[in-house]
C-alpha cells in the first residue's frame, strides 16, 4: 500500500511587480479611453481638439503594453513597459494643459470648434466645441484634469514597479 500525503493547495502565486506594471500599463489607458468614448458615444459629450490629443497616447499606450505581454526577453518587456508609462505621461501632461486652458490660466494653442465632418450639413449640425469650457466635471475636476491625475500617477506607479522589479 502506497501512503499518500494530501495536502491542500497554498496561495496561488503572486504576481511579479514587472506583470502589475505591464497589466496596469494595459489596463489603465483602456480603461481611460474607454470612458472618454463612451462619455462621447454613450453620454452626448462632445470631444474638444484637445480632447482627442488626449486620446492618442493612450492608444499608443495600449499598442505598446500589449507587445510588452509578448517580448521575448524581461528586457523587452521593461522596454516597452516603461515606454507605455511615457505615453501615459504624455497624455496626462496634455490633460494638465488642457485643464490649465479650462481653468483660462492658460490659452489654448488652436481654435478648438467642431468635430470632424463632411459635409456643410454635417458641419452645421455638430456642435461647437471649445477647449476652454468644461462641459462635465466630477468632484470639481474637468475629465481633462482627472485624465491628467490618474494618468500621471499611473504612470509613476508604472514605472516604479518597473524599476524596483529589476532587483
Known amino acids: 500500500m502506497v501512503n499518500v500525503a494530501i495536502q491542500p493547495p497554498g496561495p496561488a502565486p503572486a504576481l511579479s511587480r514587472l506583470a502589475v506594471a505591464r497589466w496596469l500599463a494595459l489596463l489603465v489607458p483602456a480603461s481611460l479611453l474607454g470612458g472618454a468614448l463612451g462619455s462621447q458615444y454613450l453620454g452626448g459629450l462632445y470631444p474638444c481638439e484637445m480632447c482627442y490629443w488626449q486620446r492618442w497616447p493612450h492608444g499608443a ?8 505581454f509578448f517580448a521575448d526577453t524581461s528586457s523587452r ?15 496626462g501632461a496634455i490633460g494638465v494643459y488642457h485643464a490649465l486652458v479650462e481653468l483660462g490660466i492658460l490659452e489654448g494653442l488652436t481654435t478648438c470648434t467642431t468635430t470632424g465632418s463632411g459635409s456643410l450639413a454635417d458641419i452645421l449640425s455638430t456642435p461647437l466645441i471649445r ?13 481633462a484634469g482627472w485624465n491628467a491625475i490618474i494618468s500621471l500617477g499611473s504612470a509613476i506607479v508604472i514605472s516604479w514597479l518597473v524599476w524596483s522589479s529589476r532587483r
Request: hydrophobic residues 70%; neutral net charge; charged residues 5%.
Open 61 to 68: 499606450a495600449i499598442i505598446l503594453a500589449a507587445l510588452a
Open 131 to 143: 477647449c476652454d469650457q468644461v462641459q462635465f466635471a466630477f468632484l470639481g475636476i474637468s475629465m
Open 77 to 91: 518587456s521593461r522596454t516597452l513597459t516603461l515606454l507605455a508609462a511615457a505615453a501615459i505621461a504624455v497624455s
